[in-house]
């Protein structure tokens, strides 16, 4: 993997929640190639697995764990099956998360002929469980694994925290409200634990990717036959770059706030890597 810049991370723990998808997945391969051990942490155990072989082929370290990110006892046995493996966390990456057709509407304004039609969802139709089950997958699979991991970071100034967010925490996107909101507490939770933690020497901080294209939201993205959908066009015609970004430009980002020689005093940012999507009014 081609690196944007090589910070002198050898030797530190990394944990990452979520670890198999495309996004974290790259951020793994990309801190393993730092000489970081790296923990691949996601409820999909055999595709963890498969991500750390990956790496070990290269000749970098890695291990595939199973782990529920909402389920604390589930994160205490990843935790024992981490230290046993590596030791204690320096470096924990907070990326599960995700949205879920339960708590989506089908109308991006309130519509009348959605909200009386028995096939079609609107704001009145959404499932409480499905937006309970978004929010926690994203807020509360932040919250649990920092519980978790956390502790191995107290006696170790130079430990860091990065969380995920999204553009969708500045600016809600139309349709998704339960995975907006839950962004947004995202964002306020990393500035909240950034105060928190400073004084032990633990800066936390979060990336606030704006669009890019990955298994989870391919069918939002693509039609069947491959063309961009007419939501794709909206969120391109959006973005003054014009594309979808891919997921090795996270990376420089990445690497600059988890090395503490690069940001050891930036703490409780919110970055935005968009393609200027948050800058533009649309006139």
């Given at each position: 993997?081609?690196?944007?810049?090589?910070?002198?991370?050898?030797?530190?723990?990394?944990?990452?929640?979520?670890?198999?998808?495309?996004?974290?997945?790259?951020?793994?391969?990309?801190?393993?190639?730092?000489?970081?051990?790296?923990?691949?942490?996601?409820?999909?155990?055999?595709?963890?697995?498969?991500?750390?072989?990956?790496?070990?082929?290269?000749?970098?370290?890695?291990?595939?764990?199973?782990?529920?990110?909402?389920?604390?006892?589930?994160?205490?046995?990843?935790?024992?099956?981490?230290?046993?493996?590596?030791?204690?966390?320096?470096?924990l990456v907070n990326?599960?998360?995700?949205?879920?057709?339960?708590?989506?509407?089908?109308?991006?304004?309130?519509?009348?002929?959605?909200?009386?039609?028995?096939?079609?969802?609107?704001?009145?139709?959404?499932?409480?469980?499905?937006?309970?089950?978004?929010?926690?997958?994203?807020?509360?699979?932040?919250?649990?694994?920092?519980?978790?991991?956390?502790?191995?970071?107290?006696?170790?100034?130079?430990?860091?925290?990065?969380?995920?967010?999204?553009?969708?925490?500045?600016?809600?996107?139309?349709?998704?409200?339960?995975?907006?909101?839950?962004?947004?507490?995202?964002?306020?939770?990393?500035?909240?634990?950034?105060?928190?933690?400073?004084?032990?020497?633990?800066?936390?901080?979060?990336?606030?990717?704006?669009?890019?294209?990955?298994?989870?939201?391919?069918?939002?993205?693509?039609?069947?036959?491959?063309?961009?959908?007419?939501?794709?066009?909206?969120?391109?015609?959006?973005?003054?770059?014009?594309?979808?970004?891919e997921p090795e430009?996270?990376?420089?980002?990445?690497?600059?706030?988890?090395?503490?020689?690069?940001?050891?005093?930036?703490?409780?940012?919110?970055?935005?890597?968009?393609?200027?999507?948050?800058?533009?009014?649309?006139?």
């Amino acid at each position: 993997m081609k690196l944007p810049f090589k910070p002198n991370l050898s030797g530190k723990v990394a944990v990452i929640t979520g670890g198999a998808g495309i996004l974290c997945s790259t951020f793994a391969k990309a801190l393993a190639a730092c000489d970081v051990k790296v923990a691949i942490l996601d409820l999909y155990e055999d595709k963890a697995k498969e991500i750390a072989a990956e790496i070990t082929e290269e000749g970098f370290t890695a291990i595939g764990v199973k782990a529920n990110v909402l389920d604390r006892e589930d994160l205490e046995k990843a935790h024992k099956i981490v230290l046993k493996a590596f030791g204690k966390c320096d470096i924990l990456v907070n990326g599960a998360g995700g949205n879920n057709n339960r708590a989506t509407t089908d109308d991006e304004f309130f519509d009348r002929d959605v909200f009386q039609s028995t096939e079609k969802k609107s704001f009145f139709d959404l499932d409480p469980e499905g937006v309970a089950f978004v929010f926690g997958l994203n807020f509360t699979g932040t919250l649990l694994p920092t519980q978790v991991f956390a502790k191995d970071m107290l006696d170790n100034p130079g430990a860091v925290i990065l969380n995920i967010s999204s553009m969708n925490a500045f600016t809600p996107l139309t349709k998704i409200p339960a995975y907006s909101a839950a962004k947004a507490a995202v964002s306020n939770f990393t500035r909240w634990l950034a105060v928190y933690f400073a004084k032990m020497g633990i800066r936390v901080n979060a990336m606030a990717p704006g669009f890019f294209s990955t298994t989870q939201n391919k069918s939002l993205l693509w039609n069947s036959d491959g063309t961009p959908t007419a939501r794709s066009h909206k969120i391109l015609n959006h973005t003054p770059m014009g594309r979808f970004g891919e997921p090795e430009e996270l990376l420089g980002t990445l690497l600059w706030l988890v090395d503490n020689e690069s940001s050891g005093f930036v703490t409780g940012t919110v970055i935005p890597i968009d393609g200027g999507f948050s800058a533009y009014s649309g006139v």
